[in-house]
């Protein structure tokens, strides 16, 4: 079966920077797009950046750009978060997802595989 396994969620300072991974397995993974999510407490679940298949194409939620990038490496099956400049408001549970067709894809709907989630928390 899917498995999408998140790590590297802990607590930083503001200004502080912290690289999450989500191993995949079960699925051809250089057929997916990959993204992450994430849901702070008592809000909705957001989108907030995805990776196209071969890794070329990327995108952003306004929220992070400049500070978060997203990347993958196909050969180990794993999508990466680089998330620098933390702010509090990043505070949150972190999820990796996947969808096996293209396009920009912001809506969790879009996403067929989802991880369990990492905690970040980011202090004031």
């Known amino acids: 079966q899917v498995q999408l396994v998140e790590s590297g969620g802990g607590l930083v300072q503001a200004g502080g920077s912290l690289r999450l991974s989500c191993a995949a397995s079960?699925?051809?993974?250089?057929?997916?797009?990959m993204a992450w999510f994430r849901q702070a407490p008592g809000k909705e679940r957001e989108f907030v950046t995805r990776i196209s298949q071969g890794g070329s194409v990327t995108y952003y939620a306004d929220s992070v750009k400049g500070r978060f990038t997203i990347s993958r490496e196909n050969a180990k099956n794993t999508v990466y978060l680089q998330m620098n400049s933390l702010k509090p408001e990043d505070t949150a549970a972190y999820y990796c997802?996947?969808?096996?067709?293209?396009?920009?894809?912001?809506?969790?709907?879009?996403?067929?595989?989802w991880g369990q989630g990492t905690q970040v928390t980011v202090s004031s």
């Open positions: 997802a996947a969808a096996p067709t293209g396009g920009v894809l912001v809506r969790q709907a879009n996403y067929n595989y």
């Open positions: 079960g699925l051809t993974f250089s057929n997916y797009v």
